[in-house]
């Protein structure tokens, strides 16, 4: 029972260097997500695909890009790092659309940019 | 910006005792939910509260809703050591699939 599995969980980039999150998940859900969680800010969405084949921007997409490869996988892509994207990362994912589901959530990637 | 506001920040209590956290909104909602975050680790969902509903339980939980005042609880009774973890509300609006989550209260609850 893998659920959501992130890749890497630790990172350290240098300042305008590029990166890829992945995140994949086995439940066969619909929707998935991608949240950052600084100290003391919460969780605050980023990107998110409500189904395969669409990804609208959340809270705070500036500085980040979106793939929904296919239903399984969704990743982030960091093009020019910069400090102020070091956090924790989360992704999610839920199941059905417009229906009272929680989101399920992987073990976040840890990333530095120095 | 956060549409949930979690209070306190950080409650510190005895193994056995009661620990009740606060949520508060700010605009409608179609359901509130309620996830714990251990220290290291993904959020895992607790419990969720439609806006027709006024309480509901599961086990040790007790979450309650007030539409009205814009505000929920959740109440853990008899906490244990493994209770001490970080919760967050989170709301869900008319779009329904996404979330807007608090900042997070941080339990701790000592042997």
């Known amino acids: 029972n893998a659920g959501v599995t992130q890749t890497p969980k630790f990172q350290v980039l240098k300042t305008g260097q590029s990166m890829t999150l992945q995140c994949a998940q086995d439940?066969?859900?619909?929707?998935m997500y991608w949240y950052r969680q600084d100290p003391g800010m919460g969780l605050r969405l980023i990107y998110y695909?409500?189904?395969?084949?669409?990804?609208d921007k959340g809270e705070v997409p500036n500085g980040y890009n979106v793939s929904r490869l296919n239903k399984r996988e969704f990743s982030l892509r960091l093009e020019s790092a910069a400090p102020s994207q070091t956090s924790v990362y989360f992704c999610?994912?839920?199941?059905?659309?417009?229906?009272?589901?929680?989101?399920?959530f992987g073990d976040g990637t840890r990333l530095s940019i120095l | 910006s956060q549409q949930g506001e979690e209070d306190p920040q950080a409650l510190s209590i005895q193994e056995g005792e009661n620990a009740t956290m606060n949520c508060s909104y700010k605009?409608?909602?179609?359901?509130l939910q309620w996830y714990r975050q251990n220290s290291g680790r993904g959020l895992v969902h607790l419990i969720l509260i439609r806006s027709n509903e006024r309480e509901k339980h599961s086990g040790r939980l007790r979450v309650t809703l007030d539409t009205s005042k814009k505000s929920s609880s959740l109440l853990i009774t008899a906490s244990r050591a493994a209770d001490t973890a970080s919760y967050f509300c989170a709301t869900g609006g008319g779009s329904n699939y996404k979330l807007t989550f608090g900042k997070g209260t941080l339990l701790t609850v000592n042997p």
């Open positions: 695909s409500a189904s395969e084949g669409t990804t």
């Open positions: 605009t409608s909602i179609n359901n």
């Open positions: 439940m066969n859900h619909n929707s």
């Open positions: 999610a994912s839920r199941g059905q659309i417009k229906s009272n589901q929680p989101q399920h």
